[in-house]
């Protein structure tokens, strides 16, 4: 099955800079790749999406990234704020047609500091 | 519309004793899941509904069932609760399943098993 590794797992950043989060998947039938941001005490909450139709998707200071063929994918913000400040999963779609499964990554702790 | 709304928000359990989980969604969505959120490995599938009616296992379903009530409702239940099952558990919903809609989580119930 589909497994996910993500990096890194705590990333500090002062206001005002970028920051990269990458992860990897090993099922080359996976289609679908999105981000989830979740706040202290709170679910997780879709940021942005991509579909492996599409190398990049950009959302106001988020963009996402897909390389199919090296089988990764990142998450970009810039112009990092203190809001930002979260967990970040990334997460990849079973490829099997029919399943209904999302693999998750283990998350990236972001801190900005401001 | 209040999206996907779970109860409790927290619980404390002995080892063996017993609790449903329960979850609701006001989204019209055909998909739902429960998910178990433990430190350092991210979210796991315990157990999702594709459509109204059926259930399938996911990843960690072991320990648990659960009852697709109605479109709106899916819960979780934990017929003899274990110290492992100490966990932050997650219910979420999509239009879709096929891993490629995207997800919408509850706000999670935190559960204690001593």
């Known amino acids: 099955g589909e497994n996910v590794e993500q990096h890194p797992s705590t990333l500090s950043v002062q206001e005002g800079d970028s920051a990269v989060i990458k992860c990897t998947y090993s099922?080359?039938?996976?289609?679908?790749f999105p981000w989830y941001k979740q706040e202290l005490g709170k679910g997780p909450q879709l940021i942005i999406d991509?579909?492996?139709?599409?190398g990049e998707k950009k959302d106001q200071r988020i963009a996402v990234t897909l390389n199919k063929t090296a089988k990764h994918f990142s998450l970009h913000i810039t112009e990092t704020q203190p809001e930002d400040s979260a967990v970040y999963f990334c997460?990849?779609?079973?490829?099997?047609?029919?399943?209904?499964?999302?693999?998750f990554g283990t998350g990236t702790r972001l801190k900005v500091l401001a | 519309n209040a999206g996907v709304t779970q109860t409790p928000k927290f619980q404390v359990l002995k080892t063996g004793q017993s609790m449903t989980l329960q979850c609701a969604q006001d989204m019209n969505h055909n998909s739902m899941y429960w998910y178990r959120q433990d430190p350092g490995m991210g979210l796991r599938l315990i157990y999702y509904s594709a459509s109204e009616g059926t259930t399938d296992k996911g990843e960690v379903p072991n320990g648990y069932n659960v009852s697709r009530l109605n479109k709106r409702e899916f819960s979780l239940r934990l017929e003899s609760a274990a110290p492992s099952q100490t966990s932050v558990y997650f219910c979420?919903?999509?239009?879709?399943?096929?891993?490629?809609?995207?997800?919408?989580f509850g706000n999670g119930t935190r559960l204690t098993v001593t």
């Open positions: 991509i579909r492996s139709n599409v």
């Open positions: 979420a919903s999509s239009v879709q399943g096929g891993g490629n809609s995207p997800l919408h």
């Open positions: 997460a990849a779609s079973e490829g099997t047609s029919g399943t209904y499964k999302y693999i």
């Open positions: 099922d080359s039938a996976s289609n679908y």
